[in-house]
């Protein structure tokens, strides 16, 4: 299904059970059903929102498929934006993480709530799925280590090639995906996900 190049050497176990995506699930359609935007800074493009939460019964394996490698893509972008608060010497760069963390979180919440509502759990049986653009542990260690303008770089390729790998995955969903909320974040993420990269091109750039 995805042939673009992965870094990752496999899909690590999620950190969020099926249990607490229905507890997210019912917390956020409590709120209205939609996840959080994330409000944009002046003159930037900030990250579309997730879309709604509320499942529907219709899916198929490419949309278990789906929410399944975004999960850790995410939640390794809400890792990094975490570090980029204390770490980042770029103004801009800090509030892109900001608004990506505010947004992955949003769409994991909405992923593992319909993963649970489908019946199936957050990680799949049998080996292990290349994740498209997830960062290795290296790579990862070498972020953490980093600091000022050395951490803004290493920062702006990770997340790029994440969302080479996002990209990448949500155009495998709207051709494959049945499920209608999955189709449609995949739709965000395809936009959002160049927006932020574009971002990340001037701060490398210095522009």
């Known amino acids: 299904m995805f042939t673009g190049r992965s870094t990752a050497r ?6 969020l059970s099926a249990a607490a995506g229905v507890c997210a699930l019912a ?3 409590a709120c209205g059903g939609d996840a ?10 900030a990250p579309a929102p997730a879309p709604s939460v509320q499942p529907t019964t219709d899916f198929n394996d490419a949309d278990v498929a789906f929410a399944r490698m975004m999960i850790p893509l995410d939640e390794q972008a809400v890792e990094m934006a ?6 980042a010497s770029d ?30 759990a957050a990680s799949g049986e049998g080996p292990g799925q290349d994740v498209p653009g997830l960062a290795t542990g290296a790579e990862m260690a070498g972020l953490r280590r980093a600091e000022g303008a050395e951490f803004d770089r290493r920062f702006a390729e990770l997340m790029i090639g994440q969302h080479r790998g996002a990209v990448e995955m949500a155009a495998a ?32 750039g210095g522009g």
């Open 10 to 15: 496999g899909l690590p176990p999620a950190s």
């Open 27 to 29: 917390l956020l359609a």
């Open 36 to 45: 959080p935007e994330a409000t944009p800074g002046a003159g930037t493009s």
């Open 82 to 87: 975490r570090l980029a608060a204390a770490r």
């Open 91 to 120: 103004p801009g760069l800090a509030e892109l993480a900001a608004e990506a963390a505010r947004v992955r979180s949003s769409e994991i919440a909405a992923m593992t709530g319909w993963l649970a509502a489908w019946g199936k």
């Open 173 to 204: 969903e709207r051709a494959e995906g049945l499920n209608p909320a999955a189709r449609r974040l995949a739709e965000t993420v395809g936009t959002s996900r160049q927006a932020e990269s574009e971002r990340l091109e001037k701060i490398l």
